[in-house]
């Protein structure tokens, strides 16, 4: 039976903090359409990274943002900072699963919106989906780590939401629809999001595709993979032995599934200089749609 969990949105938005940094790029200049949803890589490493922010990111629509993990530690204050973003402006977060590089940095996410939420700043509620094992992670480590007068938010207006395999919930601007990418190391979900202009995305997580999950995935507008390293440096990384891809894995899983376009993160860092050109080259021998490799703090219109 399908989970569904309503989800208010709250349109109001509050004014970004004085001196905030914008993002140091963005893959399409033009003025944003009404309906238009902007992906935020706040990090594009993987977990052992140092040159780069662990992979987490938000998806901003017309009036909400999503934030997706949070990487490792406190780091994504800076991240958050760096984008523009206030943590006043987030209602709504995704934890895709418990490995370090993903979930340490939501005890500092729970911190700043518990402290902003005793200051008066945060108005409404801050949900956590995730799904039933992280919920009951988070919920320890916040009881046990927050300060008393930050804890007594958690169940009130701080909301830990277990998702099930196949939920459907409404949050942000989105439809999502999570799903079991049957991970070999610990218990990960991925999503499906239904955009406000039509278009869809689907984030695997940061493992190789799952073959049942091919009726989520399939003719998606933009499917969003990680890519440890380059298939031609398979040997010098060893991506198959901890369970991820290469590039041309993830450009031939996107061909297979007849999606349009191919973002590709959750990397090495020993190149970033040449990530970019070098992931992209290895990935167009195998997929001819949109392949982007973005840095961090990259902003790409979806």
Request: proline content about 7%; charged content about 35%.
């Given at each position: 039976m399908t989970e569904v969990i309503e989800t208010p949105v709250s349109k109001k938005r509050s004014k970004k903090t004085a001196g905030s940094v914008k993002p140091i790029r963005k893959s399409n200049q033009s003025a944003k359409a009404p309906h238009q949803t902007d992906l935020i890589m706040l990090g594009t490493g993987n977990a052992m990274v140092t040159e780069c922010y662990n992979t987490c990111f938000i998806l901003a629509g017309p009036g909400e943002k999503l934030l997706v993990d949070a990487g490792g530690g406190n780091g994504i204050m800076t991240q958050l900072k760096k984008a523009g973003i206030a943590i006043c402006d987030i209602h709504n977060m995704i934890v895709t699963h418990a490995h370090t590089d993903h979930v340490l940095g939501v005890i500092w996410v729970m911190r700043m919106v518990a402290s902003a939420m005793e200051k008066g700043h945060f108005t409404g509620c801050f949900r956590i989906f995730c799904h039933d094992g992280v919920a009951e992670l988070l919920t320890y480590m916040g009881?046990?780590?927050l300060a008393k007068?930050?804890?007594?938010h958690i169940g009130e207006r701080l909301l830990i939401v277990p998702v099930s395999d196949g939920a459907r919930i409404y949050a942000a601007d989105f439809n999502l629809t999570f799903f079991d990418i049957h991970s070999t190391k610990a218990r990960q979900f991925g999503f499906r999001a239904e955009l406000?202009?039509?278009?869809?995305?689907v984030c695997l997580g940061d493992e190789p595709f799952y073959e049942g999950n091919r009726h989520v995935v399939s003719g998606c507008d933009w499917?969003?993979?990680?890519?440890?390293c380059l298939y031609a440096d398979r040997e010098i990384y060893h991506p198959y032995d901890i369970s991820h891809s290469t590039a041309k894995d993830a450009?031939?899983?996107?061909?297979?599934l007849g999606v349009s376009a191919l973002v590709l993160y959750h990397t090495v860092d020993d190149n970033l200089a040449h990530r970019r050109e070098d992931y992209t080259a290895e990935a167009a021998g195998y997929f001819d749609g949109r392949i982007?490799?973005?840095d961090d703090l990259e902003i790409i219109a979806l």
């Open positions: 009881r046990r780590l007068n930050q804890r007594r406000p202009d039509g278009k869809t995305l499917l969003l993979s990680e890519a440890f450009a031939e899983v996107a061909a297979d982007e490799v973005p």
